[in-house]
């Protein structure tokens, strides 16, 4: 993998190259690909603030958000194995899209094949697979667009775990499922390995094993494992209008058992794949409420879903599975499971203590 060298020193060429800000520290210069929803790319990039110290040298993981103009190559963000160690793809539409441009899928490919990292999460999974296996189907059309640069199926059709997509409420739908984390060789969840661990759920597919014979494939290791089936844990329906809303059939998913998380390998680069959402908060406890979007219009309108209820854990709370992933594809310490959190903003009147103003902004 190459990194762009700030401070030159000859002890450097015995060391991995990442990218050097100052003697002593490294940075990991992630792209975050932009989302249609700008919020799904902002929760990722949020996460990703932080930083670390390991046998004396600090980590610090630097996000930019980059667009489709960057990953086809223009531009000074440019995805390049120079500019960056790691290319996130989020949970959103737009990317099956934008991959339909062979120049795209290639640049992404090149990028992971020479060494950069991949971690897709969501609909980034199922774009760095080998697919969907039904025979016809919407998801066909996705079909045409995907990386092939994980060796695993996609087990996640548009009227079944699709509608906890399509039916929620984003900021309050999502519910929360257990995933087991068995012991592997892959340390993202050192620490962990037999237990369970709460992440959201919005819609992600089952992997389960295919059978590519890409040469630069690798071993497929499973990360974690969907410990509960979604439509157990918040059952969701499809609505009917006749002379008043009615329930017209559940919503059912079958992928309890199947991948939650994976990691492996193309070409030089390591990849990571996340089903559910570890940049969201999460809750525990609550139930599923579903509701029409606008009650007084009668059969012209749609039924979406909150969970209602619980206690929400912190912003925070599973963040450190998406930093010990990055850390992992961009060859680089696993970082400690903190729920450390930053957010630096410009106050809108002054600078604030306790909810008191302190000093007020003037504006010249």
């Given at each position: ?29 992630v ?24 046998n ?13 103009e ?36 290639l640049?992404v490919?090149k ?5 950069g990292g ?7 999974a199922?774009?760095a ?34 509608q ?18 068995p ?15 709460n ?12 059978n590519?014979?890409?040469k630069?494939?690798?071993?497929v290791i ?5 410990a ?42 390591r ?41 929400p ?6 963040w ?13 310490p696993?970082?400690?499971a ?7 903003w ?7 203590f306790?909810?008191?103003?302190i000093l ?5």
């Amino acid at each position: 993998m190459h990194y762009r060298i700030v401070v030159i020193s000859l002890i450097f060429l015995l060391l991995p190259t990442f990218s050097y800000s100052q003697e002593g520290s490294i940075e990991i210069k992630v792209a975050i690909y932009d989302s249609i929803v700008r919020v799904y790319t902002e929760e990722v990039e949020k996460a990703l603030y932080y930083s670390w110290e390991e046998n004396g040298t600090k980590y610090e993981i630097v996000p930019v958000v980059i667009g489709r103009e960057e990953v086809i190559g223009k531009g000074k963000n440019s995805l390049t194995n120079e500019n960056f160690d790691v290319f996130i793809v989020s949970g959103s539409a737009r990317p099956y899209f934008d991959a339909y441009d062979f120049k795209w899928r290639l640049n992404v490919k090149k990028f992971v094949e020479n060494g950069g990292g991949y971690i897709g999460i969501c609909g980034g999974a199922n774009l760095a697979s080998m697919g969907f296996q039904e025979k016809l189907s919407p998801n066909s059309i996705i079909n045409a667009s995907i990386l092939k640069i994980a060796n695993v199926y996609d087990n996640d059709q548009q009227m079944q775990e699709w509608q906890y997509l399509w039916k929620s409420n984003w900021q309050h739908g999502l519910p929360p499922i257990n995933v087991y984390l068995p012991k592997t060789k892959n340390p993202i969840f050192k620490g962990f390995y037999g237990t369970y661990r709460n992440i959201r759920y919005g819609g992600g597919p089952g992997m389960y094993p295919a059978n590519s014979k890409d040469k630069k494939c690798g071993e497929v290791i499973p990360i974690a494992i969907y410990a509960e089936e979604p439509m157990e844990v918040a059952p969701i329906h499809f609505w009917k209008w006749r002379n008043g809303w009615e329930i017209a059939a559940n919503v059912t998913t079958d992928i309890k058992g199947e991948y939650a998380a994976i990691a492996t390998t193309y070409g030089k680069g390591r990849i990571v794949l996340f089903s559910p959402h570890p940049e969201k908060k999460t809750f525990f406890g609550g139930h599923v409420e579903e509701f029409p979007v606008r009650p007084n219009a009668g059969p012209f309108t749609w039924f979406i879903y909150n969970w209602s209820g619980g206690i929400p854990s912190e912003e925070s709370y599973n963040w450190w599975i998406l930093r010990r992933a990055v850390a992992w594809v961009a060859h680089a310490p696993i970082p400690p499971a903190s729920n450390i959190a930053i957010s630096v903003w410009k106050p809108d009147k002054g600078i604030y203590f306790n909810r008191r103003e302190i000093l007020p902004i003037l504006d010249f």
